[in-house]
């Protein structure tokens, strides 16, 4: 079915917003009991169908998607579907996700709300993988919609080592890019391993979109040092409801709530409210194929509905289920989140981009990659910060570049064979079939 889906500008107070989401929910409501797993669920009671009935509604559980593969969740024939795609969580058990062309164009229009814009001046370069989950598809739609050259640079293709995209990112004079933040440094080692300088050799380039993993404010602001002071803009998303938040020129991650309905869910008394802390609970509002009612995707999140300066008058989300385990070190306590912030507040200048740490129960290992020219005072300047901060038990350790990633990794230019099965003499055979 066609809806008519809001655009920014479409609600002028929170009131408006609420309206906007009532009025599409008979609609998800009716559009969800199509699918075998809700009809089910309804078998025997009288469903919901009003915009009031929603609150009573189950959640659905990231269990259910899972015990619902591969189509248990579909709700259109399947001649109509476009895509399909899933996401395999620590259990190994695959979660499908599917959508229409109509659902596509709902997923494109919500990557594409970046502040910093795409348009048809941009060149594209999509480094995420594009293998069964959505990420490298989402951006690609979504520079096609805007009408930018998109680059498929796939971050898990052996087309596409890294000195390659930096390659690409020079000589195609790259304007955009859509990675996670990892690929953000790594991209930066391999330009200064190709003899460039990221801060200064690549002026084309105007922002670097980035999800999937925990960032930190300070490491945000650290990548974005990294290349010359050029905007990181950071999304939330998944690939069972594509992009769901998108941050503002105020830095903050505003949840699309004109596209879904997001609630926060708390475990301990299992009720349900529109902000506070607990886990992201999201409703889609426009899709066909796999819809989904008060979908748990089980992150931590702190949701806040005061008002922002950017003015979008959406509520803002904060990611707290990604910042990692906490770790217990003598009588600190250490998180990954707290090391990143302390490790990136070294000066720029060190040039410190790749760390590891191990929390042992009575010393906190803690090991970097720097120049020879800066890794002693890192060492020391390190060490002070984690007395200073944290208080632990520590042993610091600079390595030489090349250490965590080796110098291989960012500068192999490997050449891709097509398999092949007739020889020459002398011709080395042995990947005439294992050809990768
Ligand atoms: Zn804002």
Redesign the pocket.
């Given at each position: 079915m066609s809806w008519s889906r809001p655009e920014p500008g479409d609600w002028s107070s929170p009131a408006e917003l609420a309206a906007l989401q009532r009025r599409q929910l008979p609609r998800v409501i009716a559009q969800a009991l199509r699918s075998p797993f809700y009809a089910a669920r309804y078998e025997g009671r009288t469903p919901p169908s009003t915009a009031d009935d929603f609150a009573g509604i189950e959640l659905t559980t990231k269990q259910d998607l899972r015990d619902q593969y591969p189509f248990g969740m579909l709700a259109v024939e399947r001649e109509r579907l476009a895509t399909y795609h899933e996401s395999s969580g620590t259990s190994g058990e695959p979660t499908a996700s599917y959508y229409t062309d109509e659902d596509w164009t709902d997923l494109a229009e919500r990557f594409a709300r970046k502040w910093t814009g795409i348009d048809s001046s941009d060149t594209f370069l999509v480094r995420t993988p594009y293998g069964l989950v959505i990420t490298g598809h989402l951006a690609q739609a979504a520079g096609r919609l805007r009408g930018a050259t998109v680059v498929p640079g796939d971050a898990r293709s052996l087309a596409t080592p890294l000195a390659r995209m930096v390659r690409v990112l020079k000589s195609l004079d790259v304007t955009l890019t859509w990675c996670n933040p990892t690929e953000i440094t790594m991209l930066a080692a391999a330009a200064k391993a190709a003899g460039l300088r990221p801060d200064r050799d690549f002026p084309a380039l105007r922002a670097m979109f980035t999800a999937a993993e925990p960032l930190t404010e300070v490491r945000r602001r650290r990548l974005s040092e990294i290349w010359g002071g050029i905007p990181v803009v950071e999304e939330y998303g998944s690939t069972e409801t594509g992009t769901i938040a998108g941050q503002?020129?105020?830095g903050?991650l505003?949840l699309w709530a004109d596209r879904a309905v997001f609630e926060v869910y708390d475990p301990a008394t299992g009720e349900v409210s529109a902000a506070g802390r607990g886990q992201m609970v999201v409703t889609p509002l426009y899709r066909d194929a796999m819809p989904l009612l008060r979908y748990n995707l089980a992150d931590e999140v702190e949701v806040a509905t005061d008002p922002?300066?950017?003015g979008?008058l959406l509520p803002?989300v904060t990611v707290l289920g990604r910042a990692g385990t906490e770790h217990t070190v003598g009588a600190a306590t250490v998180t990954q989140q707290r090391l990143e912030e302390i490790v990136f507040s070294l000066p720029v200048s060190y040039e410190v981009m790749f760390w590891r740490a191990m929390a042992h129960s009575d010393v906190l290992r803690l090991e970097f990659e720097a120049p020879d020219a800066t890794r002693e005072q890192a060492v020391k300047e390190l060490g002070e910060a984690l007395d200073r901060e944290l208080g632990v038990p520590h042993r610091v350790t600079g390595l030489p570049l090349g250490t965590l990633v080796p110098a291989e990794a960012l500068t192999a230019q490997r050449d891709i064979l097509k398999a092949r099965y007739l020889f020459a003499e002398g011709e080395d055979w042995d990947k005439a079939v294992m050809y990768f």
């Amino acid at each position: 079915m066609s809806w008519s889906r809001p655009e920014p500008g479409d609600w002028s107070s929170p009131a408006e917003l609420a309206a906007l989401q009532r009025r599409q929910l008979p609609r998800v409501i009716a559009q969800a009991l199509r699918s075998p797993f809700y009809a089910a669920r309804y078998e025997g009671r009288t469903p919901p169908s009003t915009a009031d009935d929603f609150a009573g509604i189950e959640l659905t559980t990231k269990q259910d998607l899972r015990d619902q593969y591969p189509f248990g969740m579909l709700a259109v024939e399947r001649e109509r579907l476009a895509t399909y795609h899933e996401s395999s969580g620590t259990s190994g058990e695959p979660t499908a996700s599917y959508y229409t062309d109509e659902d596509w164009t709902d997923l494109a229009e919500r990557f594409a709300r970046k502040w910093t814009g795409i348009d048809s001046s941009d060149t594209f370069l999509v480094r995420t993988p594009y293998g069964l989950v959505i990420t490298g598809h989402l951006a690609q739609a979504a520079g096609r919609l805007r009408g930018a050259t998109v680059v498929p640079g796939d971050a898990r293709s052996l087309a596409t080592p890294l000195a390659r995209m930096v390659r690409v990112l020079k000589s195609l004079d790259v304007t955009l890019t859509w990675c996670n933040p990892t690929e953000i440094t790594m991209l930066a080692a391999a330009a200064k391993a190709a003899g460039l300088r990221p801060d200064r050799d690549f002026p084309a380039l105007r922002a670097m979109f980035t999800a999937a993993e925990p960032l930190t404010e300070v490491r945000r602001r650290r990548l974005s040092e990294i290349w010359g002071g050029i905007p990181v803009v950071e999304e939330y998303g998944s690939t069972e409801t594509g992009t769901i938040a998108g941050q503002c020129p105020e830095g903050r991650l505003h949840l699309w709530a004109d596209r879904a309905v997001f609630e926060v869910y708390d475990p301990a008394t299992g009720e349900v409210s529109a902000a506070g802390r607990g886990q992201m609970v999201v409703t889609p509002l426009y899709r066909d194929a796999m819809p989904l009612l008060r979908y748990n995707l089980a992150d931590e999140v702190e949701v806040a509905t005061d008002p922002c300066p950017c003015g979008w008058l959406l509520p803002t989300v904060t990611v707290l289920g990604r910042a990692g385990t906490e770790h217990t070190v003598g009588a600190a306590t250490v998180t990954q989140q707290r090391l990143e912030e302390i490790v990136f507040s070294l000066p720029v200048s060190y040039e410190v981009m790749f760390w590891r740490a191990m929390a042992h129960s009575d010393v906190l290992r803690l090991e970097f990659e720097a120049p020879d020219a800066t890794r002693e005072q890192a060492v020391k300047e390190l060490g002070e910060a984690l007395d200073r901060e944290l208080g632990v038990p520590h042993r610091v350790t600079g390595l030489p570049l090349g250490t965590l990633v080796p110098a291989e990794a960012l500068t192999a230019q490997r050449d891709i064979l097509k398999a092949r099965y007739l020889f020459a003499e002398g011709e080395d055979w042995d990947k005439a079939v294992m050809y990768f």
